[in-house]
T-cell receptor, first 113, second 114 residues
Framework: NAGVMQNPRHLVRRRGQEARLRCSPMKGHSHVYWYRQLPEEGLKFMVYLQKENIIDESGMPKERFSAEFPKEGPSILRIQQVVRGDSAAYFC???????????FGEGSWLTVV | GQQLNQSPQSMFIQEGEDVSMNCTSSSIFNTWLWYKQDPGEGPVLLIALYKAGELTSNGRLTAQFGITRKDSFLNISASIPSDVGIYFCAGQEDSGGGADGLTFGKGTHLIIQP
């Protein structure tokens, strides 16, 4: 009865490199959300996806960030040309349908050096 | 966009005391959720509220969905050391069929002195 699985849990990247964060939703969940948490802050919504569709990306930075949830495999949050300000915890969450209770993964901590 | 004001920002209490925290919103939510986050971990759902006026308990935790749909509170009775952590409220505008994620408060840091 696995929960939302995220990997890697911790990732260190040099400025200018790419970061890829993966998320496998809970079994039976077809809705995936990505959130970003800066130190001492709450979680900020980034993007909401269903299989093969981006439903709402209003919280995503316009450049360098992209997300996908392919038909097969995990959801991927991709950050290109990372900068120090991208250092944060990135949380994935899933729900069975929109509007239902959302469950979070344990997060991926990105550090950009 | 929506804004959630969560208070207090932090609480220093003695073990055994009761705790109360709340969130208010500038707009109406159809779902209120309360999460606890430990350092280095993801938020863990404590209580979910789906109906205005609803009062729900989970062990020593009690939460209510305000009648106006713009506020919620969380109470913890007889606090114990493992209650230490950051508590977040979260609201969701759409209760079905929509595309909204959650809006989070900034958290309440609970610190318990033995």
């Amino acid at each position: 009865n696995a929960g939302v699985m995220q990997n890697p849990r911790h990732l260190v990247r040099r400025r200018g490199q790419e970061a890829r964060l993966r998320c496998s939703p809970m079994k039976g969940h077809s809705h995936v959300y990505w959130y970003r948490q800066l130190p001492e802050e709450g979680l900020k919504f980034m993007v909401y996806l269903q299989k093969e569709n981006i439903i709402d990306e209003s919280g995503m930075p316009k450049e360098r960030f992209s997300a996908e949830f392919p038909k097969e495999g995990p959801s991927i949050l991709r950050i290109q040309q990372v900068v120090r300000g991208d250092s944060a915890a990135y949380f994935c969450a899933s729900s069975p349908v929109s509007g239902n209770t959302i469950y979070f993964g344990e997060g991926s901590w990105l550090t950009v050096v | 966009g929506q804004q959630l004001n969560q208070s207090p920002q932090s609480m220093f209490i003695q073990e055994g005391e009761d705790v109360s925290m709340n969130c208010t919103s500038s707009s109406i939510f159809n779902t209120w959720l309360w999460y606890k986050q430990d350092p280095g971990e993801g938020p863990v759902l404590l209580i979910a509220l789906y109906k205005a006026g609803e009062l729900t308990s989970n062990g020593r935790l009690t939460a209510q969905f305000g009648i106006t749909r713009k506020d919620s509170f969380l109470n913890i009775s007889a606090s114990i050391p493992s209650d230490v952590g950051i508590y977040f409220c979260a609201g969701q505008e759409d209760s079905g069929g929509g595309a909204d994620g959650l809006t989070f408060g900034k958290g309440t840091h609970l610190i318990i002195q033995p």
